[in-house]
């Protein structure tokens, strides 16, 4: 991998970041184990990369997180429960009839600033977002994080254009580059080659770092300054669930209560 | 004859707006022509987006989180069909202060032909349910129309002509154009009221009000479910049946909200009927060729009420 953002080295706060994604794991698990199960394959791939950008921002007002790949909503949920931005367990209620927890990100909760579930919307919005703190010249950023199955949405690539025509530099774009969708690989269904010349193309700096390095992931999200930055996060669908890593057919899963606690006695 | 159509009288209104609002940003989508007023006073505040209609929706969104007063407008089609499921999520569901100023409503592209008519956008933004739908006449009402959007924070959808320009009916100074209007005063023995929406309609019911003593006239500038129901009871006073003149496809048009809500009124439409336009031509031609105008609205008012001479 051709990796641009070395890793810090292991400190305390690495640790507790580090314990964060255990027990956000271990909340996705749960929530797959409810009666509607969940996208947990994605949610597991993505949640080092939500961990990582809450720690380095959930303190700054002027900075939005938008989870664009909203069918990650477990991930999502998991993530603000361990920042206390959600103060409910969203495994105690995922997917019940009384429930915020919905599976596409619910705006009505707190830390969720927008609707996101169809693909490529949350990616306009993050832009948006941070074009009004240029505007209002604060330090601001816009975050999206969206999938690479996602990149087939052409209004990703539609935002990809104005962003770069706008010169919406504190706009940063996450790919979670698991290499799955609905349906499969992202290798059979519609590829994505040459992702880094594209987003190079459309006037993006690109780093790529392992999406499960919180250090890496903590290095890479700071604004360019110069040109609107993409992250590559190359991430492994069900990280951390040997029974489905790199599985393609694990994007959505309802599992028993038994397997629930198999895997999370088995999270590394 | 005003001096401005409507889409000319947006850009300038904003423009005045903008001095003493610092949030109204103003957003294009490669229609606002050139040397825009806006652009011209406010370089900073002023985006042309491009040809992106559903990014640009997004965008305004989180402009509009961010504390801004985004108003984006690109014409009808690209605004309610293209970028629809954008307005439902932004403007519908989540309730975003964003303006849609939508020019080139109904079929006034003429003879650009289908891919530039709407006639369904009232009906597309009516389902996404807390939009603020105006559908001014003329210059002066459209300047009132974008000052209340300005000065609101609920998401509106603007829905403009092409390029016509009419003097809209005369308004109280202080009146809100969310306020029903009756043209001239109300006659007890109408046998039916004419309700007219958008600038062609109004203009053709304003002359069948002056030609025939047996109608009322009320104009309605906004046409969002809300509104329509603080009009009800006005309605239903001014005559027992009412016929509804509206620039749109009859299914999802203003007809069809004022039956459910008046259901002991009877509720007739004058719309642009089922045919999609096939030939070039003014926009009064288009619609002529949709069975829209005023033959076609004077047979229709004989054919509720008798001949014409009874009226």
């Known amino acids: 991998m051709d990796t641009l953002v070395q890793s810090p080295s292991h400190s305390a706060e690495l640790e507790e970041l580090l314990a964060k994604a255990q027990a956000a794991r271990s909340s996705i698990i749960d929530m797959a184990a409810r009666e509607t199960g969940c996208h947990i394959g994605g949610s597991l791939s993505v949640i080092d990369l939500l961990i990582g950008a809450y720690a380095k921002y959930h303190h700054d007002a002027d900075t939005a997180i938008v989870l664009s790949k909203g069918h990650s909503a477990a991930s999502l949920y998991a993530a603000l429960y361990q920042y206390g931005i959600l103060s409910d367990d969203p495994a105690a209620s ?68 104005l962003v770069q025509a706008k010169d919406i530099t504190n706009f940063i774009y996450v790919v979670d580059c698991n290499g799955g969708q609905n349906d499969g690989l992202l290798a059979d269904i519609s590829p994505l080659p040459n992702l880094r010349e594209r987003f190079e193309a459309f006037g993006f700096r690109v780093k790529e770092i392992d999406g499960h390095d919180l250090g890496q992931i903590i290095a890479a999200l700071e604004p360019d300054g110069e040109k609107p930055l993409a992250i590559l996060a190359h991430t492994v669908k069900g990280k951390g669930v040997a029974a489905i890593e790199g599985n393609p057919h694990a994007h959505y899963a309802k599992i028993s209560e038994k397997i629930a606690l198999k895997w999370k006695r088995g999270l590394q | 004859m005003s ?27 490669d ?79 003429g003879w650009f032909g289908t891919t530039h008519h709407c006639l369904e956008d009232i009906a597309v933004i009516q389902t996404f349910q807390n939009i603020r739908i105006a559908c001014p006449h003329g210059e002066a009402e459209t300047r009132r129309v974008v000052q209340e959007a300005a000065a609101s924070n609920e998401p509106y959808y603007i829905r403009l002509s092409r390029n016509d320009k009419f003097d809209s009916l005369a308004r109280d100074g202080s009146g809100s154009c969310r306020e029903l209007l009756f043209e001239g005063a109300v006659r007890s023995d109408a046998l039916l009221c004419l309700v007219s929406i958008g600038e ?112």
């Open chain 2, 200 to 311: 062609q309609a109004t203009e053709i019911c304003s002359q069948i009000y002056k030609e025939n003593e047996r109608v009322n006239h009320a104009h309605l500038c906004y046409v969002d479910r809300d509104s329509l129901k603080r009009y009800k009871a006005e309605l239903q006073a001014a005559a027992g049946t009412l016929l509804v003149v509206e620039e749109h496809r009859a299914s999802g048009g203003t007809a069809s909200s004022l039956a459910l809500l008046l259901p002991e009124s009877r509720v007739y439409s004058h719309d642009c009927g089922e045919a999609w336009p096939i030939y070039g031509g003014s926009h009064a031609d288009v619609l002529h060729y949709l069975g829209f105008g005023y033959e076609a609205l004077t047979r229709q008012i004989a054919e509720l009420g008798g001949d014409t001479d009874d009226f």
């Open chain 2, 31 to 109: 229609l606002g022509g050139k040397e825009h007023p806006f652009q011209q006073s406010y370089p900073d505040r002023f985006f042309n987006l491009g040809i992106a209609e559903l990014a640009s929706v997004g965008i305004a969104a989180g402009l509009s989180k961010a504390g801004f007063v985004p108003f984006f407008s690109t014409f009808a089609s690209f605004a309610a069909l293209r970028a629809a499921e954008g307005v439902k999520l932004a403007l519908g569901y989540m309730g975003e202060n964003i303006k849609i100023v939508a020019a080139y409503g109904g079929v006034s592209g």
């Open chain 2, 3 to 29: 001096s401005l159509a409507a889409r000319e009288a947006y850009k300038d209104e904003l423009t005045k707006l903008a001095a003493d609002n610092a949030n109204i940003i103003c957003l294009e989508a």
């Open chain 1, 94 to 161: 995922y997917g019940g009839a009384d429930s915020l927890f919905t599976g596409h990100p619910n705006p009505k909760l707190p830390g969720i600033p927008f609707a996101t579930g169809s693909l490529g919307h949350g990616v306009a919005y993050a832009a948006g977002w941070a074009l009004g703190q240029k505007l209002r010249r604060t330090s601001g950023v816009g975050i999206a994080i969206g999938g690479d199955g996602e990149l087939q949405e052409g209004l990703c690539w539609e935002t990809a254009q």
